[in-house]
T-cell receptor, first 113, second 114 residues
Framework: GAGVSQTPSNKVTEKGKYVELRCDPI?????LYWYRQSLGQGPEFLIY????????DSGLPNDRFFAVRPEGSVSTLKIQRTERGDSAVYLC???????????FGPGTRLLVL | DAKTTQPTSMDCAEGRAANLPCNHS???????VYWYRQIHSQGPQYIIH???NNETNEMASLIITEDRKSSTLILPHATLRDTAVYYC???????????????FGEGTQLTVNP
Protein backbone atom coordinates (compact mmCIF):
# COMPACT_ATOMS: atom_id res chain seq x y z
CA GLY A 1 0.00 0.00 0.00
CA ALA A 2 0.94 3.65 -0.21
CA GLY A 3 3.39 4.91 2.34
CA VAL A 4 3.81 8.36 3.84
CA SER A 5 4.26 10.99 1.17
CA GLN A 6 5.68 14.48 1.51
CA THR A 7 5.62 17.42 -0.82
CA PRO A 8 7.58 19.15 -2.10
CA SER A 9 10.62 16.92 -2.08
CA ASN A 10 12.85 19.98 -2.27
CA LYS A 11 12.18 23.60 -1.44
CA VAL A 12 14.51 26.54 -1.90
CA THR A 13 13.45 29.85 -0.43
CA GLU A 14 14.91 33.16 0.59
CA LYS A 15 15.47 34.35 4.12
CA GLY A 16 12.35 35.94 5.51
CA LYS A 17 9.90 34.07 3.30
CA TYR A 18 7.03 31.84 4.40
CA VAL A 19 6.97 28.14 3.51
CA GLU A 20 4.49 25.28 3.85
CA LEU A 21 5.47 21.64 3.87
CA ARG A 22 2.85 18.94 3.37
CA CYS A 23 2.57 15.43 4.74
CA ASP A 24 0.13 12.73 3.61
CA PRO A 25 0.15 9.95 6.19
CA ILE A 26 -0.69 6.33 5.62
CA UNK A 27 -4.45 5.98 5.32
CA UNK A 28 -6.12 5.28 8.65
CA UNK A 29 -3.15 6.31 10.77
CA UNK A 30 -4.33 8.50 13.62
CA UNK A 31 -0.93 9.59 14.91
CA LEU A 32 1.29 11.90 12.90
CA TYR A 33 4.75 13.23 13.78
CA TRP A 34 7.05 15.87 12.36
CA TYR A 35 10.82 15.67 12.81
CA ARG A 36 13.68 17.81 11.59
CA GLN A 37 17.08 16.48 10.58
CA SER A 38 20.15 18.64 10.22
CA LEU A 39 23.15 17.49 8.26
CA GLY A 40 25.05 14.70 9.98
CA GLN A 41 22.60 14.34 12.84
CA GLY A 42 19.67 12.11 13.68
CA PRO A 43 16.10 13.36 13.31
CA GLU A 44 14.75 15.56 16.12
CA PHE A 45 11.13 15.59 17.21
CA LEU A 46 9.06 18.68 16.47
CA ILE A 47 5.36 17.95 17.01
CA TYR A 48 2.89 15.11 17.40
CA UNK A 49 -0.76 15.01 16.35
CA UNK A 50 -3.36 12.62 17.62
CA UNK A 51 -6.25 13.05 15.23
CA UNK A 52 -6.76 16.74 14.55
CA UNK A 53 -5.14 18.07 17.69
CA UNK A 54 -1.51 18.76 18.45
CA UNK A 55 -0.98 16.58 21.51
CA UNK A 56 2.66 17.56 21.96
CA ASP A 57 4.34 20.56 20.30
CA SER A 58 7.23 20.78 22.74
CA GLY A 59 9.81 20.20 20.00
CA LEU A 60 8.92 23.25 17.94
CA PRO A 61 11.96 25.55 18.18
CA ASN A 62 10.07 28.85 18.32
CA ASP A 63 6.81 30.55 17.39
CA ARG A 64 7.78 30.85 13.74
CA PHE A 65 6.93 27.17 13.41
CA PHE A 66 3.34 26.00 13.35
CA ALA A 67 1.60 22.85 12.15
CA VAL A 68 -2.00 21.89 11.47
CA ARG A 69 -3.96 18.77 10.72
CA PRO A 70 -7.51 20.06 10.25
CA GLU A 71 -9.22 16.85 9.15
CA GLY A 72 -7.08 14.35 10.98
CA SER A 73 -5.26 13.22 7.87
CA VAL A 74 -3.02 15.55 5.86
CA SER A 75 -0.77 17.82 7.89
CA THR A 76 0.99 21.03 6.96
CA LEU A 77 4.08 22.38 8.68
CA LYS A 78 4.30 26.14 8.33
CA ILE A 79 7.43 28.21 8.85
CA GLN A 80 7.21 31.99 8.95
CA ARG A 81 10.07 34.42 8.38
CA THR A 82 12.46 31.64 7.46
CA GLU A 83 16.06 31.84 8.59
CA ARG A 84 19.15 30.17 7.17
CA GLY A 85 19.28 27.98 10.28
CA ASP A 86 15.95 26.46 9.29
CA SER A 87 17.67 24.67 6.42
CA ALA A 88 17.23 20.95 7.09
CA VAL A 89 15.32 17.88 6.03
CA TYR A 90 11.81 17.88 7.46
CA LEU A 91 10.48 14.38 8.01
CA CYS A 92 6.95 13.24 8.64
CA UNK A 93 5.97 9.92 10.18
CA UNK A 94 2.64 8.28 10.93
CA UNK A 95 1.47 5.35 13.01
CA UNK A 96 -1.82 3.54 13.38
CA UNK A 97 -2.04 4.67 16.98
CA UNK A 98 0.45 6.42 19.20
CA UNK A 99 1.63 3.06 20.49
CA UNK A 100 2.34 1.53 17.10
CA UNK A 101 5.39 1.64 14.86
CA UNK A 102 6.08 4.93 13.10
CA UNK A 103 6.64 4.90 9.35
CA PHE A 104 8.51 7.77 7.77
CA GLY A 105 8.12 9.66 4.56
CA PRO A 106 11.02 10.60 2.28
CA GLY A 107 11.30 14.09 3.74
CA THR A 108 11.34 17.61 2.36
CA ARG A 109 14.74 19.20 1.93
CA LEU A 110 14.44 22.87 2.79
CA LEU A 111 17.19 25.29 1.84
CA VAL A 112 16.95 28.87 3.02
CA LEU A 113 19.28 31.21 1.14
CA ASP B 1 13.46 7.73 27.38
CA ALA B 2 16.63 5.79 28.04
CA LYS B 3 19.78 6.88 26.24
CA THR B 4 21.47 4.54 23.77
CA THR B 5 25.12 4.18 22.83
CA GLN B 6 26.23 2.86 19.46
CA PRO B 7 29.58 2.70 17.68
CA THR B 8 30.04 5.53 15.22
CA SER B 9 30.90 3.28 12.30
CA MET B 10 31.30 -0.34 11.27
CA ASP B 11 32.38 -2.21 8.18
CA CYS B 12 31.12 -5.53 6.89
CA ALA B 13 31.95 -7.69 3.91
CA GLU B 14 29.19 -8.35 1.45
CA GLY B 15 27.48 -11.68 2.12
CA ARG B 16 28.63 -11.83 5.71
CA ALA B 17 26.51 -11.20 8.79
CA ALA B 18 26.50 -7.66 10.13
CA ASN B 19 26.17 -7.44 13.90
CA LEU B 20 25.35 -3.96 15.16
CA PRO B 21 25.55 -3.47 18.94
CA CYS B 22 23.60 -1.04 21.07
CA ASN B 23 23.95 -0.27 24.74
CA HIS B 24 20.88 0.90 26.68
CA SER B 25 21.87 0.28 30.26
CA UNK B 26 19.22 2.63 31.74
CA UNK B 27 16.29 1.03 29.93
CA UNK B 28 13.08 0.68 31.92
CA UNK B 29 10.77 -2.30 32.03
CA UNK B 30 8.14 -0.68 29.83
CA UNK B 31 10.51 0.51 27.12
CA UNK B 32 10.90 -1.13 23.74
CA VAL B 33 14.08 -1.30 21.66
CA TYR B 34 13.50 -0.10 18.11
CA TRP B 35 15.85 -0.18 15.14
CA TYR B 36 15.57 2.06 12.12
CA ARG B 37 17.98 2.65 9.30
CA GLN B 38 18.47 5.57 6.98
CA ILE B 39 19.93 5.15 3.55
CA HIS B 40 21.48 8.31 2.19
CA SER B 41 18.91 10.96 1.23
CA GLN B 42 15.95 8.84 2.28
CA GLY B 43 13.65 8.85 5.28
CA PRO B 44 14.28 6.44 8.17
CA GLN B 45 13.10 2.91 7.50
CA TYR B 46 11.68 0.75 10.27
CA ILE B 47 13.55 -2.54 10.72
CA ILE B 48 12.45 -4.33 13.87
CA HIS B 49 11.58 -3.85 17.52
CA UNK B 50 11.38 -5.90 20.70
CA UNK B 51 10.67 -5.75 24.40
CA UNK B 52 12.27 -8.78 26.04
CA ASN B 53 12.38 -11.68 23.63
CA ASN B 54 14.52 -12.04 20.55
CA GLU B 55 12.72 -11.11 17.37
CA THR B 56 13.19 -11.99 13.73
CA ASN B 57 11.57 -10.73 10.57
CA GLU B 58 12.38 -10.73 6.89
CA MET B 59 14.92 -7.96 7.30
CA ALA B 60 16.84 -8.76 10.46
CA SER B 61 17.07 -10.39 13.87
CA LEU B 62 17.13 -8.57 17.17
CA ILE B 63 18.89 -10.14 20.12
CA ILE B 64 18.18 -8.53 23.50
CA THR B 65 20.27 -9.56 26.51
CA GLU B 66 18.47 -11.04 29.47
CA ASP B 67 19.09 -7.96 31.60
CA ARG B 68 17.88 -5.81 28.65
CA LYS B 69 20.84 -3.50 28.98
CA SER B 70 22.09 -4.14 25.47
CA SER B 71 20.96 -5.52 22.15
CA THR B 72 22.36 -6.55 18.79
CA LEU B 73 20.81 -6.11 15.39
CA ILE B 74 21.84 -8.85 13.00
CA LEU B 75 21.65 -8.59 9.23
CA PRO B 76 22.32 -12.21 8.30
CA HIS B 77 23.66 -11.72 4.78
CA ALA B 78 24.63 -8.10 4.26
CA THR B 79 24.40 -6.63 0.76
CA LEU B 80 25.72 -3.36 -0.64
CA ARG B 81 22.18 -1.97 -0.33
CA ASP B 82 22.39 -2.39 3.44
CA THR B 83 24.92 0.44 3.63
CA ALA B 84 23.15 3.00 5.81
CA VAL B 85 23.06 4.69 9.21
CA TYR B 86 21.44 2.38 11.75
CA TYR B 87 19.65 3.88 14.73
CA CYS B 88 18.92 2.06 17.95
CA UNK B 89 16.11 3.80 19.85
CA UNK B 90 14.51 3.12 23.20
CA UNK B 91 10.87 4.05 23.25
CA UNK B 92 8.35 4.10 26.07
CA UNK B 93 5.49 1.73 25.39
CA UNK B 94 2.87 4.18 26.52
CA UNK B 95 2.90 7.84 27.22
CA UNK B 96 -0.28 9.55 28.25
CA UNK B 97 -0.17 12.81 26.40
CA UNK B 98 2.98 13.03 24.36
CA UNK B 99 2.56 10.03 22.13
CA UNK B 100 5.66 8.04 21.62
CA UNK B 101 8.17 10.35 20.07
CA UNK B 102 11.36 8.74 18.83
CA UNK B 103 14.62 10.11 20.20
CA PHE B 104 17.36 9.46 17.67
CA GLY B 105 21.05 9.46 18.51
CA GLU B 106 23.74 9.65 15.87
CA GLY B 107 23.51 5.97 14.96
CA THR B 108 26.07 3.63 13.42
CA GLN B 109 27.24 4.14 9.85
CA LEU B 110 27.40 0.63 8.43
CA THR B 111 29.42 0.27 5.25
CA VAL B 112 29.08 -3.00 3.38
CA ASN B 113 32.11 -3.60 1.21
CA PRO B 114 32.22 -5.75 -1.95
Amino acid sequence: GAGVSQTPSNKVTEKGKYVELRCDPISGHTALYWYRQSLGQGPEFLIYFQGTGAADDSGLPNDRFFAVRPEGSVSTLKIQRTERGDSAVYLCASSLTRRETQYFGPGTRLLVL
Amino acid sequence: DAKTTQPTSMDCAEGRAANLPCNHSTISGNEYVYWYRQIHSQGPQYIIHGLKNNETNEMASLIITEDRKSSTLILPHATLRDTAVYYCIVRVAERETSGSRLTFGEGTQLTVNP
